[in-house]
């Protein structure tokens, strides 16, 4: 990353500080690096996550969303619908655990290689970055950069309404992504995980996203949602 870019990341970092760590952060008991690692559970066709979706800033309950494996094989397809809008776009992973139909931002992205939804290796180390190019989904005729980081943080013990659960919490930063919105000059999207082996997916995802128009600074940027969901339940 250039270093006028790593400094444009600093400076919305610090001007976002005030506004975000006055919010309420998901609070985990540490624990130590499990060993020998938790085993990931394998998909299976009918398995359920249903989450209540929060706006971070106020807290008010904005949706519950159910997902649930629809098929399996080479592709692993999660259909998803909203108590609110109704059916969704579908998650698609190839294999488990990389994603190559991404619906968690807006618009949904389709990825031109599998990225990995969790780290690897489940376990606590440094960051990597990734890089490649998505279409939007249903507009296969233009791509655009994304590239993210992610990093293991440690291992929590996290409550949700579904329960209590031993999860791996990590962290994705994508601070310089192409936007499909050309009047955006500047992108960046932020998110923590805390992702549990015994569930097959994660039981809090927080993630918000920042950009820029012409003519503006990151002091005024414009906010994407700024989500938190919890698990309800599952199966």
Known sequence: MSVFWRGLVLA??????????????????PLPQPQPLPLLRAPQVGQEWVYEVRNVFNQAIVDTVTEKVVSIGEQVRIARASEKSGPLPDEIQEPWGYVVQDPHWNPP??????????????????????????????????????????????????????????????????????????????????????????????????????????GMAWNNALWEDYFEWRLVSWK
């Not at 919305?12 to 500080?17: F, G, K, M, S």
């Open 12 to 29: 919305t970092q610090l001007l976002l500080v005030g506004c975000i760590s006055s919010q309420p952060f998901p609070a985990g008991a």
């Open 109 to 214: 992205q389709v990825f031109n290689k599998p990225l990995p939804l969790w780290p690897e290796q489940l376990s606590i180390g440094p960051s990597s970055f990734i890089r490649t190019r998505y279409q939007v989904l249903g507009f296969p005729d233009n791509s655009y950069y994304w590239g993210f980081s992610m990093q293991a943080i440690e291992w929590e013990t996290i409550s949700v309404p579904a329960g209590q659960f031993t999860t791996l919490r990590y962290h994705n930063e994508a601070p310089t992504f192409q936007s499909n919105d050309l009047f955006r000059l500047a992108n960046m999207r932020q998110e923590d995980v805390w992702f549990s082996p015994e569930v097959g997916r994660w039981v809090i995802r927080r993630s918000y996203g920042r950009y820029l128009l012409g």
